[in-house]
């Protein structure tokens, strides 16, 4: 079993900062994945951004330039900087961990306001 608990949501303008961040415990294997996905209001869960326990980032086109995802192997913690928010990034954000299967988070909610 793995446990994920998010924390770093909340309302913030448009152009504003947010931090999300993300705590991973329990059966911990590697490699595996870490990870960002949202879900907004009546449209299906989609992939922020991404990254390896070896480092590799990969993110959503609509973010990119504007987000940036970091880990921390000796914390088990991932973290999405997110900067230049937008209205459309209003959502719920949820964390993922992907070894031998994929574990999600209980999911924080983002809301810009324009």
């Known amino acids: 079993q793995v446990q994920l608990v998010e924390s770093g949501g909340g309302l913030v303008q448009a152009g504003g900062s947010l931090r999300l961040s993300c705590v991973a415990s329990?059966?911990?294997?590697?490699?595996?994945?870490m990870a960002w996905y949202r879900q907004a209001p009546g449209k299906q869960r989609e992939l922020v951004a991404a990254?390896?326990?070896?480092?590799?980032?990969n993110y959503a086109d609509s973010v990119k330039g504007r987000f940036t995802i970091s880990r921390d192997n000796a914390k088990n913690t991932v973290d999405l900087q997110m900067n230049s928010l937008k209205p459309e990034d209003t959502a719920v954000y949820y964390c993922?961990?992907?070894?031998?299967?994929?574990?999600w988070g209980q999911g924080t909610q983002v809301t810009v306001s324009s």
């Open positions: 990254i390896t326990n070896g480092g590799s980032t």
């Open positions: 329990g059966n911990l294997i590697n490699p595996n994945t």
């Open positions: 993922m961990w992907s070894g031998w299967r994929n574990y």
